[in-house]
T-cell receptor
Framework: AAGVIQSPRHLIKEKRETATLKCYPI?????VYWYQQGPGQDPQFLIS???????DKGSIPDRFSAQQFSDYHSELNMSSLELGDSALYFC?????????????FGSGTRLTVV | GENVEQHPSTLSVQEGDSAVIKCTYS??????FPWYKQELGKGPQLIID?????GEKKDQRIAVTLNKTAKHFSLHITETQPEDSAVYFC?????????????FGKGTKLTVNP
């Protein structure tokens, strides 16, 4: 079965650089969520999109922005990177905002800021 | 907002024993409670979930119970095997309630000793 695809798997950036993370949801899924997970921490919700519109926002820094495109894939743009942005970034997708089939997570992007 | 507490933070059992992980939540509007298994460097993998209209659900060696009155839910793993060793997260969400993001517990590191 198709899963949630995230790219790239690993990314190394220098401070103050910009990074773009991509997420391709399971086909037919209309909702995408972004989470940030620091070492030894639980995933923290950043932002979500339903039918290409932002549906909820969590503790996402103003330096970060995201959008969902017409093909339902999503991109998380991170600017002016800081050392503290180093983390695993997960994307999850669901159908109809998780109403029936729950949420499926991708394998994540490991971002390292040096 | 929702707050999820998870206990214990670490759990060590002998192969073949049972393991129980407990979570409490604060928002009575939450109606979806998934459990995720996360192996090092990988994305959270859904292992079982329960919705608020059900008190118990079982899938082979894994079961989840929900007490809505007390606002707590538990994961039970029987006949544990070394490959069950991982970090387990509980989560809560209000699907289709305008805030369907998952709020996670802090995680339980389960070690199954051969």
């Amino acid at each position: 079965a198709a899963g949630v695809i995230q790219s790239p798997r690993h990314l190394i950036k220098e401070k103050r650089e910009t990074a773009t993370l991509k997420c391709y949801p399971i086909p037919r899924h209309d909702t995408v969520y972004w989470y940030q997970q620091g070492p030894g921490q639980d995933p923290q919700f950043l932002i979500s999109f339903y039918e290409k519109m932002q549906s909820d926002k969590g503790s996402i820094p103003d330096r970060f922005s995201a959008q969902q495109f017409s093909d339902y894939h999503s991109e998380l743009n991170m600017s002016s990177l800081e050392l503290g942005d180093s983390a695993l970034y997960f994307c999850a997708s669901s159908l109809d905002r998780g109403a029936n089939y729950g949420y499926t997570f991708g394998s994540g992007t490991r971002l390292t800021v040096v | 907002g929702e707050n999820v507490e998870q206990h214990p933070s670490t759990l060590s059992v002998q192969e073949g024993d049972s393991a129980v992980i407990k979570c409490t939540y604060s928002d009575s509007a939450s109606n979806y409670f998934p459990w995720y298994k996360q192996e090092l460097g990988k994305g959270p993998q859904l292992i079982i979930d329960i919705r608020s209209n059900v008190g118990e659900k079982k899938d082979q060696r894994i079961a989840v119970t929900l007490n809505k009155t007390a606002k707590h839910f538990s994961l039970h793993i029987t006949e544990t095997q070394p490959e069950d060793s991982a970090v387990y997260f509980c989560a809560a969400s209000n699907v289709q309630g305008g805030s369907e993001k998952l709020v996670f517990g802090k995680g339980t590191k389960l070690t199954v000793n051969p």
